[in-house]
């Protein structure tokens, strides 16, 4: 079945490479015009040029408020409307032990991956949504909903998003709220965890192999699209099997 965004606008934040680039790439070739955002506007450029579609760029850091309403601002200028939000960007400057964090890594790790979801779907709802209902999708985390030693505090920002995308869709409806949790996935984000213990974990999960930003992407398409038009509140988690199998990662 061929899912089609055509007609939508979208705006993806952190979409200069991984599993952001890979949603925005989806996007564009489902018919969507795409604004893509991260910080570094060079990089910006090069994942767009690699999509053949409509789009447009906007450099901005998610932790940036001020920048959020300005990226918005030039999404509606340039398309006109915005149906589709995507809260992908985070940071995690911090691993280790929970109690361990330092008050300026504690702060940059909720001001990029929490406040920033929060007021950029503000800026969108203000600007768009609250007159035409669209979708806001955001990626949490396997690690929201599972405790684990090291990522404790990025583990914290998750969980809220977990929580953050039930209570939009509570107060947001009729636009739509989704989440996604994805387990461990092939990027630079995390390639210190997939250079140190990818292939231990991929011979431990079902589907035998860790995951693709693509794969993230198949699914994110699905939830914006009218194809799920009765889902909101829910994360679904997508992990290649981990969350079954014996033993918890």
């Known amino acids: 079945m061929e899912i089609s965004l055509k007609g939508k606008v979208a705006l993806v934040t952190g979409a200069s490479r991984g599993i952001g680039k890979a949603i925005a790439k989806s996007f564009v070739e489902a018919g969507a015009q795409v604004m893509l955002t991260s910080r570094k506007e060079d990089a910006l450029s090069a994942a767009a040029n690699e999509m053949d579609g409509e789009t447009d760029v906007f450099a901005a850091n998610t932790g940036d408020l001020d920048a959020g309403l300005a990226c918005v601002e030039a999404t509606m200028k340039r398309f006109g409307k915005i149906d589709i939000l995507v809260n992908n960007a985070a940071t995690n400057p911090y691993y280790g032990a929970t109690l361990g964090v330092d008050s300026p890594r ?89 250079e140190n213990f990818g292939e231990q974990l991929a011979a431990q999960l079902p589907t035998g192999r860790l995951g693709e930003p693509q794969d993230i992407a198949n699914l994110a398409l699905f939830l914006v699209s009218d194809l799920a038009s009765w889902i909101t509140g829910e994360t679904y988690v997508i992990d290649g099997g981990a969350g079954v199998r014996s033993g918890a990662m």
């Open 106 to 194: 504690f702060d940059k790790t909720f001001q990029v991956n929490l406040k920033g979801p929060v007021f950029w779907s503000q800026a969108v709802w203000n600007a768009s949504m609250n007159n035409s209902p669209g979708v806001i999708l955001n990626i949490a985390s396997v690690g929201g909903i599972r405790a684990e030693k090291g990522l404790g505090v990025y583990n914290l920002t998750k969980a809220a998003i977990i929580h953050l995308t039930s209570q939009l869709a509570c107060e947001l409806g009729p636009t739509r709220v989704v989440g996604i949790a994805p387990g461990l996935v092939k990027t630079s984000f995390a390639s210190v965890l997939i």
